[in-house]
């Protein structure tokens, strides 16, 4: 029992080093579109399109291939062998490239009207450069079926390198790109380097698989056994995943009418300097134990499935609500740093962290959701996600209405906060009722002593950034420093308290640094 919880650490370990290195590239991606584009037209319109495509292959396919794959591939391999397990993934990967494929077609054959839909720009030139690219980037949608689909064969298998270094390769060829050839080629040669980064995701899960001896062999069946339980699974489990992409979609909507459009490009930074802090951890986490959640439930062993989703919370939550507060800290220094010069300014470095501090309100919600939601589709459940994820798409469309106005981008951010929290506890409750949930005594008592470190962190983070910023130089130099003594501060008071707390997770790395220090 030991050494399988040293391996899935080691797992789990190595994957969030390499999905941080893919996400440290990507911040840097990030940072060379501020200073290129900051939060203009061009850089309106190209948020926008990249986004459709997402939206799309995040609501209607990402779902059959993260959430019904997997389980049913697991169900095959656990039950008839690799043989029959490998037949399925073939029938799979053929028809998801056929409905990806067709998808893409209508996408770039009416973009005007998916532009209309997710925009609603007072400019008429930036929503016409939108629909444009928009044309370009479709294929993204094809590329990331076939993509995603053989990172699910290799995740099922416990393979998860690859899968891994997707995003370090296709944010690569974007920085080599702005680098070497955006000043000739520009917005339309930026959406073309984004398409050929999505291509390469794809290719680089072959040779694993090779070394695994899966040869793909092309069934149009859409009526096959397997197919037929992925599609059973596939219309609730879809619901369920549309919460963040659509909520996403419609809150650049209604960003799309603040700052002449700037709304959009403010929340598409915030939420990916979120997404890099926050699903760094949290995805590298249920990448890893999602397939093993669904081996435990194809093997009836319901202990081990509540124990694991029990420990994975906790120890999440350790480490999730220190980083909420901390960022909601040190959201401005931490934007201008990572955004901040050339054509970014005080403008656009306000609303973006203005931004990014309500949207870390919700990242537990989104921690919990994310780890929840893997649990459901384990166990071949979506209608409970379902449910909770169309209240909580109705939870955020109603805020937004009522916040846009008086409170503009905070407003937004702030309901999209509020929605991941709903989502979150609408997939906890039923949990509960079930004898399979996370809540007894022990664990709400941790969390409050969580909550109360962390809010003590936040305290101490703002109280330095407060105290250095007149005493340290100013340019990125001064700002580095600040946020890393900010971060040693806050770190070192959430580990003094979680010890004084007797919480387990800081006792389990005391132990291992005394156990480093026998060794050395």
């Given at each position: 029992?030991?050494?399988?919880?040293?391996?899935?650490?080691?797992?789990?370990?190595?994957?969030?080093?390499?999905?941080?290195?893919?996400?440290?590239?990507?911040?840097?991606?990030?940072?060379?579109?501020?200073?290129?584009?900051?939060?203009?037209?061009?850089?309106?319109?190209?948020?926008?399109?990249?986004?459709?495509?997402?939206?799309?292959?995040?609501?209607?396919?990402?779902?059959?291939?993260?959430?019904?794959?997997?389980?049913?591939?697991?169900?095959?391999?656990?039950?008839?062998?690799?043989?029959?397990?490998?037949?399925?993934?073939?029938?799979?990967?053929?028809?998801?490239?056929?409905?990806?494929?067709?998808?893409?077609?209508?996408?770039?054959?009416?973009?005007?009207?998916?532009?209309?839909?997710?925009?609603?720009?007072?400019?008429?030139?930036?929503?016409?450069?939108?629909?444009?690219?928009?044309?370009?980037m479709f294929p993204t949608v094809l590329f990331s079926g076939i993509a995603f689909s053989l990172v699910g064969v290799l995740q099922a298998q416990d393979h998860f390198t690859a899968p891994a270094l997707m995003s370090t390769v296709s944010n690569l060829v974007i920085i080599l790109y702005f680098l070497l050839l955006d000043a000739k080629l520009g917005i339309y040669g930026l959406a073309l380097a984004y398409l050929l980064g999505w291509l390469l995701q794809g290719v680089i899960q072959v040779p694993p698989l090779g070394r695994l001896c899966y040869r793909f062999r092309p069934d149009p069946n859409f009526r096959s056994e397997g197919?037929?339980?992925?599609?059973?699974?596939?219309?609730?489990?879809?619901?369920?995943?549309?919460?963040?992409?659509?909520?996403?979609?419609?809150?650049?909507?209604?960003?799309?009418?603040?700052?002449?459009?700037?709304?959009?490009?403010?929340?598409?930074?915030?939420?990916?300097?979120?997404?890099?802090?926050?699903?760094?951890?949290?995805?590298?986490?249920?990448?890893?134990?999602?397939p093993r959640l669904s081996r435990l439930t194809a093997g009836g062993q319901q202990n081990a499935f509540r124990d694991t989703i029990r420990q994975t919370i906790h120890s999440s939550l350790f480490f999730v609500l220190p980083m909420s507060a901390g960022l909601m800290a040190v959201a401005r220094p931490l934007i201008s740093f990572i955004y901040g010069g050339q054509e970014f300014g005080d403008f656009a470095t306000g609303i973006t962290s203005t931004a990014l501090v309500w949207l870390s309100l919700g990242?537990?919600?989104?921690?919990?959701?994310?780890?929840?939601?893997?649990?459901?589709?384990?166990?071949?459940?979506?209608?409970?996600?379902?449910?909770?994820?169309?209240?909580?798409?109705?939870?955020?469309?109603?805020?937004c209405a009522a916040l846009t106005g008086p409170f503009g981008v905070a407003g937004l951010a702030f309901s999209s906060a509020v929605s991941s929290t709903v989502y979150a506890l609408l997939l906890l409750l039923p949990m509960e009722r079930k004898g399979l949930g996370v809540l007894d005594r022990d664990m709400v008592l941790d969390l409050v002593k969580m909550t109360a470190a962390a809010a003590a962190t936040g305290v101490c983070a703002w109280l330095a950034l407060k105290g250095l910023s007149p005493l340290l130089p100013g340019g990125k130099l001064g700002e580095l420093v600040s946020l890393g003594l900010c971060a040693l501060a806050g770190v070192a008071v959430y580990f003094l308290l979680a010890l004084v707390f007797g919480l387990q997770e800081a006792k389990l790395s005391v132990n291992l640094l005394k156990q480093l220090r026998k060794r050395g």
């Open positions: 029992m030991e050494e399988r919880q040293n391996n899935a650490t080691k797992t789990i370990s190595m994957v969030m080093v390499v999905t941080l290195i893919g996400k440290v590239l990507g911040l840097y991606r990030d940072r060379l579109l501020a200073v290129h584009y900051s939060v203009g037209m061009e850089a309106n319109a190209f948020f926008t399109a990249s986004r459709i495509p997402r939206v799309f292959f995040d609501a209607v396919f990402a779902s059959a291939i993260a959430a019904c794959f997997i389980p049913v591939f697991s169900e095959y391999l656990e039950k008839e062998g690799k043989k029959e397990a490998f037949r399925f993934a073939g029938n799979f990967i053929t028809v998801m490239a056929l409905l990806t494929a067709a998808l893409t077609l209508l996408g770039m054959a009416f973009p005007q009207a998916l532009v209309a839909v997710f925009a609603d720009y007072a400019d008429p030139q930036t929503t016409a450069l939108a629909s444009s690219l928009t044309r370009v197919m037929k339980k992925v599609f059973a699974l596939m219309g609730p489990v879809m619901v369920s995943t549309w919460v963040q992409p659509i909520n996403l979609a419609i809150n650049s909507r209604f960003g799309s009418r603040l700052y002449e459009g700037a709304g959009v490009s403010a929340l598409e930074y915030s939420n990916n300097l979120y997404t890099v802090i926050a699903g760094t951890f949290i995805l590298s986490i249920t990448n890893v134990i999602f990242m537990t919600g989104y921690a919990l959701q994310n780890i929840l939601s893997r649990a459901y589709f384990a166990q071949q459940n979506g209608r409970v996600p379902l449910v909770a994820g169309a209240v909580s798409i109705v939870v955020n469309i109603v805020l």
